[in-house]
């Protein structure tokens, strides 16, 4: 089966510009995700989907970021507009329906895309 | 909360050495943990995980790592390290929701 996939890998754009990031998720899977890895720190989570739904949007940093999954199928995470310290690696993953057993808390990810503001 | 913690943003082995990356977390909650590696160009691959069945998890490529609950540790190791691992690893934690929180990563360079 086809994994997660991401377009652009990689976009260079100035600042104050507009970006647009998409995400194709593992057929069937309800549940997508998006991390971001700003240069040498850390992963960080940014929101979560449960099919068309934001479930947990704690780790968007600013209104400048919006995110879509309508039909609940593909995502879209659009940068507008963008700044230097948006720079960085833009993670999607996703998961079966999330409930009690092993397999539905394994997160599949995407390649990710390289976002560079200058 | 939880928080994870990676000693070593940087380990060098020689290859058929072996492989030890270290990962402290903090969990108010029974945990899940896992490894992740990121090879070149490419995106994070699950390595293993642990969901409070055996504490000592086994994984692909010769990785397994052992969840110690008095240490809060979950550190990952092989025995024989290839040129093949040259990677950057992240330990991550799920605890309450579904998100997952990440350590720093540790970048393995295997030497010849």
């Known amino acids: 089966e086809a994994g997660v996939t991401q377009f652009p890998s990689h976009s260079v754009i100035e600042k104050g510009q507009t970006v647009t990031l998409r995400c194709d998720p593992i057929?069937?899977?309800?549940?997508l995700y998006w991390y971001r890895r700003v240069m040498g720190k850390e992963i960080k989570f940014l929101l979560h989907f449960v099919k068309e739904s934001k479930q947990d949007e704690s780790g968007m940093p600013n209104n400048r970021f919006l995110a879509e999954r309508t039909g609940g199928t593909y995502s879209t995470l659009k940068v507008q507009p963008a700044e230097l310290e948006d720079s960085g690696v833009y993670f999607c993953?996703?998961?079966?329906?999330?409930?009690?057993?092993?397999?539905?808390?394994?997160?599949?990810f995407g390649p990710g895309t390289r976002l560079t503001v200058t | 909360a939880q928080s994870v913690t990676q000693l070593g943003s940087h380990v060098s082995v020689s290859e058929g050495a072996l492989v030890l990356l270290r990962c402290n977390y903090s969990?108010?909650?029974?945990?899940?943990l896992f490894w992740y590696v990121q090879y070149p160009n490419q995106g994070l691959q699950l390595l293993l995980k642990?969901?409070?069945?055996?504490?000592l998890v086994k994984g692909i490529n010769g990785f397994e790592a052992e969840f110690k609950k008095s240490e809060t540790s979950f550190h990952l190791t092989k025995p024989s390290a290839h040129m093949s691992d040259a990677a950057e690893y992240f330990c991550a934690v799920k605890a309450a929701g579904n998100k997952l929180t990440f350590g720093g990563g540790t970048r393995v360079l295997v030497k010849p």
């Open positions: 993953a996703s998961s079966q329906v999330a409930g009690w057993g092993a397999s539905s808390y394994e997160q599949y």
């Open positions: 642990y969901t409070s069945a055996a504490t």
């Open positions: 057929s069937g899977h309800d549940n």
């Open positions: 969990s108010s909650v029974p945990p899940y």
